[in-house]
């Protein structure tokens, strides 16, 4: 989810930089918003999502 936040969500960015297939990056982020109950690509619920990820990073 980080790598695909920072790369814009951009699905094939996030699969070069990851070394997989973009079919995967589909499958993993739509699970994540499923899992979430919200479309990650929703500007204010990106940045949230964005903010929770770059402060969980921080915490350890």
């Known amino acids: 989810m980080q790598v695909y936040l920072s790369c814009q969500c951009e699905i094939t960015e996030t699969a070069k ?3 997989i ?3 995967t ?3 993993r982020i739509a ?3 499923a899992f979430l109950d919200h479309p ?3 500007a204010d619920f990106s940045l ?3 903010l929770a ?3 969980s990073d921080k915490k350890g």
Request: charged share 25%.
């Open 17 to 19: 930089q990851l070394y």
């Open 21 to 23: 297939h973009r079919n």
């Open 25 to 27: 990056v589909k499958y």
């Open 31 to 33: 699970k994540c918003a």
């Open 40 to 42: 990650i690509t929703h």
């Open 48 to 50: 949230k999502l964005r």
């Open 53 to 55: 990820l770059l402060l």
